[in-house]
């Protein structure tokens, strides 16, 4: 299993340009998050999706918007780059629990870096 | 959302041991308390999650005192290769959210 997968690995752009970030998960998760990580700071998270068809806003979801039309893919877009969309963006997975009021262990993939001049 | 603390950074020598502190004083009757671990350029990982009392698995231990206000992570013998940086999180389902979190250093 090739488990959470991002593309691309890394992307410049132009401010006002757009583009879209790619998560693949191959273990059936229900699950799906995008968070960005600035230098030197935690993860903060921008969406999630709880199933096929579904998202949902995170912490900070300004500027960003995103699509689960296949359980396994989770895009995150940007429509208008900005300077402050520079960072490092993380996909995570997690299947859904019995327990729902735990939050089960999330799997991340390596991470999409952008920067945004 | 419980908010955590925990020391910006730590340093430590192979072979010791190692003791993070967090502490979550607002901590909800319902929320699990879990930790990860990054290594730079990685996307983190999770080590292991309590509610109450003590886990323990192959790479750490988690001690949770009665009044769950606090939990310490416990990395015995730790190696060069546990430098990192180690996230507490509190809460339920949904409601995780990653502090700044502590940066290991384990020298030689």
């Known amino acids: 299993n090739a488990g959470v997968t991002q593309t691309p690995k890394f992307r410049v752009l132009k401010t006002g340009q757009s583009m879209t970030l790619l998560c693949a998960q191959d273990m059936n998760h229900e699950y799906m998050y995008w968070y960005r990580q600035d230098p030197g700071m935690g993860l903060r998270l921008i969406h999630y999706?709880?199933?096929?068809?579904?998202?949902a806003k995170g912490e900070v979801p300004d500027g960003y918007n995103v699509s689960r039309l296949k359980k396994q893919n989770f895009l995150l877009g940007l429509e208008s780059a900005a300077p402050s969309q520079t960072s490092v963006y993380f996909c995570a997975s997690s299947y859904l629990s019995p327990r729902k009021e735990v939050e089960e262990t999330q799997y991340f993939g390596p991470g999409t870096r952008l920067l945004v001049l | 959302l419980a908010k955590t603390t925990q020391p910006i950074s730590m340093d430590s020598y192979e072979g010791q041991e190692v003791n993070i502190t967090c502490s979550h004083n607002n901590i909800a009757t319902n929320d699990y308390i879990t930790w990860y671990q990054q290594f730079p350029s990685q996307g983190p990982r999770f080590i292991i999650q309590?509610?109450?009392t003590k886990v323990t698995n192959e790479v750490a231990s988690l001690f949770i005192p009665a009044d769950r206000k606090s939990s310490t992570l416990s990395l015995p013998r730790v190696s060069l290769s546990d430098t990192a940086v180690y996230y507490c999180l509190v809460g339920g389902f949904q409601k995780l959210v990653f502090g700044t979190g502590t940066r290991l250093l384990v020298s030689p």
């Open positions: 309590g509610y109450k």
């Open positions: 999706s709880v199933g096929e068809g579904t998202t």
